[in-house]
């Protein structure tokens, strides 16, 4: 049994250019900055995040998203001040791979175009690498575009290991024992 | 560094080019027309222009440019035509005005062609009057200032242009009404030029000669900077490589690919370089035609894809060609199936020889040696001054025998794409290969085979294509919720585009998005197949689409695409 989800203390970062977010979990307030943030992407950002095409976000798995459920799924923002509040510059998110298998989750992340090369990807992943062994989870996997090196390589620097997936060597599987 | 490949080179290619006094596509032009002069450098319709005859109409060209439409050195000049007498003159003018050529498809719709306008920020063009109504539709959204038309039979003898032009537009009407303001003939621009001084710039190898487009994963195209440096190495490496099989100033080959795809280009200029005439062929398509064309030209070399040579051999006037002139075939720009490659020597008693390489690298890397007797199934070897490596995901060469994403390094390869830094950065690796996005192995004698692709792509009869162009179109639809493009096999086109599409508007039909994607996107891109979904496409858990499954569920029957 997983325990009781404890609440995720928000905790401000710096990185490695000087700038700072603050990275805390998700809320359903949160929705309207997840979709001005999807806006925001690029289509190749899009593109990594969804390996697919999207013009725009789908109302039903964006409230998916911003709900996580306790104990299973956990998403992190990393937010920074903006006129209207704030900005969501990042996103990291797992869910249960499968609904019967306690034991393996599935990631994703998604920095802002002009985060990048910030070092945020590598904090948001290492933060949802600790989360997930707090829910019990025992393994960590994700799918990744083969062409996305950045990704590969800082995946590898986490621990995980690259797999080919049969059948498709447009992507690569990546996975770590929590 | 080790190059295995360099004992399977014929004794007359050099394990190097050397560039001797060429320094731009310039140069090459001014040594073929002093040596060849009054030879004849290209043939369209019947009607030759020798190489002294192009060097003056050129000339003239980059003189108006110049002079006349007040263009600087570097500014962009998009030329939009299929293969007539005009595209050589103009893309030979652009360069020697110190311009940049920029192709572009004549078949773009105004939505692709408004893109590539806008993203290399032309100041001109010229095109075929039978596309201007394209360009119409968006020239006000572009920078295009400067529009020169043509007329397909402008460069042909008088009596045959008047008639021809007449025919193309009155007869077979294939000229949409049109109307740009200010635009001017072509013709009326060479006779302009004829009687002014053009100011040659000394142009070097990092100057830039074209922006060549390519389609990106991310469902843009963008233009690959290719050099001057990389032109003339491109045409340096070609030429010593068909060096055994081709005589200087003798030849005759068969130009049936359009020259602004960069495999007919970089093979053109490379023959033009060796006095050989090129024969152009407009429309490969009209097979009557084309035919006609083979008859009357005792031809000794022939380039095309392997959709083109399939519709050779499967087309029963083909065996009426005279043959017996051919000394050198040679395939490019997708994978050539056994079977044609098989009966294509049959037929003409000479191999498809098959070469390998990228828009990125201007475009040959990789090639079979022209000796051989038999098509072997590889992509071959690298060409004289050429690296190619097997990579892993770290950009690390593998052991040999194992599979990775094969790399290129060379004095060919591009310098990056035209204001995209960061993607620039990413295709190349960290020791400098250019990442082609295909999957090959190599043997111990420096052969390469091509496994797989890992870049998310559809190659049809050898253009590209990106599902997320297609996605990105499709999903404009109101009557579409979400749409995803795959490559399924097709026997004539070596992969044909499907998409399946889940409805947002259930009366939407196939007719609606294939009459939709004819609107947006250039015909080979259109999907072939159109499958609907009433269940979302299969993603996994956290949202990413499963595409492997989409592709697995295309070996259904193909009555599955009429929903």
């Not at chain 2, 030429?239 to 030849?251: F, H, I």
């Amino acid at each position: 049994m997983a325990r009781p989800t404890a609440a995720y203390r928000p905790r401000r970062l710096r990185l490695r250019d000087g700038r700072e977010v603050t990275l805390r979990a998700i809320s359903p307030a949160d929705a309207p900055e997840i979709a001005q943030a999807f806006e925001r992407l690029s289509a190749e950002s899009r593109y990594s995040r969804f390996m697919q095409h999207k013009r725009r976000l789908d109302p039903a798995a964006l409230d998916r998203g911003v709900r996580p459920r306790p104990g299973r799924d956990f998403a992190f923002v990393a937010t920074v001040p903006a006129t209207d509040g704030i900005d969501i510059v990042g996103a990291a998110q797992y869910v249960r791979l499968e609904e019967g298998d306690p034991s393996t989750c599935e990631f994703a992340i998604t920095v802002a175009e002009d985060w990048r090369g910030s070092g945020l990807a590598r904090q948001l992943l290492a933060s949802l690498v600790r989360r997930a062994r707090r829910d019990d989870y025992t393994r960590m996997e994700g799918a990744v575009i083969a062409g996305n090196s950045p990704m590969l390589a800082l995946a590898r620097k986490l621990g995980f290991t690259a797999h080919p997936v049969p059948d498709d060597a447009t992507v690569i599987r990546v996975e770590r024992p929590l | 560094m080790n190059k295995p490949w360099l004992a399977q080179y014929p004794p007359t290619v050099p394990a190097e080019i050397d560039f001797g006094p060429l320094s731009s596509l310039n140069d090459v032009l001014r040594a073929g027309c002093t040596r060849f002069a009054d030879r004849p450098a290209f043939n369209s319709m019947g009607t030759a222009m020798s190489f002294r005859q192009l060097d003056e109409a050129s000339r003239a060209f980059a003189a108006w440019l110049q002079k006349v439409a007040g263009l600087k050195r570097g500014d962009r000049v998009a030329l939009m035509m299929p293969n007539l007498l005009q595209y050589p003159v103009a893309m030979f003018g652009v360069l020697r005005a110190g311009m940049v050529v920029v192709n572009v498809n004549p078949l773009y719709t105004p939505r692709e062609l408004e893109h590539q306008l806008n993203d290399s920020g032309a100041a001109a063009i010229v095109v075929l009057e039978n596309f201007a109504h394209t360009l119409e539709q968006v020239l006000l959204t572009t920078r295009v200032r400067v529009v020169v038309t043509t007329q397909v039979g402008d460069l042909l003898p008088p009596l045959k242009r008047v008639l021809t032009n007449a025919v193309v537009k009155y007869a077979k009407k294939m000229v949409p009404r049109w109307r740009v303001e200010g635009a001017i003939g072509f013709n009326r621009a060479l006779a302009a030029g004829r009687a002014l001084s053009l100011d040659e710039p000394a142009l070097d190898r990092a100057d830039l000669a074209f922006l060549q487009y390519t389609g990106g994963t991310t469902g843009v195209a963008k233009g690959a900077m290719l050099t001057h440096g990389n032109m003339v190495a491109n045409v340096l490496q070609v030429t010593a490589w068909m060096s055994p099989n081709l005589s200087d100033g003798v030849e005759t080959v068969v130009i049936p690919l359009p020259l602004y795809h960069v495999f007919a280009l970089t093979g053109c200029l490379s023959f033009f370089s060796k006095g050989a005439q090129a024969v152009l062929v407009a429309n490969p398509r009209d097979l009557p035609a084309f035919i006609k064309t083979l008859r009357e030209a005792p031809f000794s070399v022939i380039i095309g894809v392997n959709t083109l040579f399939r519709m050779l051999i499967e087309a029963p006037d083909a065996r009426s060609v005279d043959w017996s002139h051919l000394k050198l075939a040679v395939a490019g720009g997708m994978a050539v199936q056994h079977v044609v490659a098989h009966r294509w020597k049959q037929m003409t008693g000479v191999p498809l020889v098959e070469g390998y390489g990228l828009t990125e690298s201007a475009p040959v890397a990789i090639a079979n040696p022209v000796t051989i007797d038999e098509w072997s199934g590889q992509i071959g070897v690298p060409l004289p001054s050429t690296d190619a490596a097997i990579l892993d995901d770290d950009g690390r060469p593998v052991q040999l025998g194992e599979v990775g994403e094969i790399g290129l390094r060379g004095p060919q390869v591009m310098k990056g794409y035209w204001n995209r830094p960061d993607e620039s950065a990413h295709v190349f690796t960290a020791d400098g290969w250019l990442r082609t996005g295909d999957m090959g192995v190599m043997d111990d004698r420096g052969g390469i085979r091509i496994t797989d692709r890992k870049k998310d792509m559809i190659v049809v009869s050898g253009f590209k294509v990106f599902p997320n162009e297609i996605e990105d179109v499709l999903t404009a639809h109101p009557g579409v919720l979400e749409a995803a493009a795959i490559g399924v096999h097709d026997d004539r086109s070596g992969e044909a585009v499907k998409v399946v599409v889940v409805r947002r508007d259930p009366a939407l039909t196939e007719g609606d998005v294939l009459a939709h994607c004819r609107q947006h996107l250039t015909g080979y891109k259109v999907p072939r197949i159109v499958e609907f979904r009433s269940e979302p496409l299969p993603k996994t858990n956290i949202g990413k689409i499963l595409r492997r499954e989409l592709r697995d569920s295309g070996a259904a029957p193909a009555a599955a695409g009429h929903g």
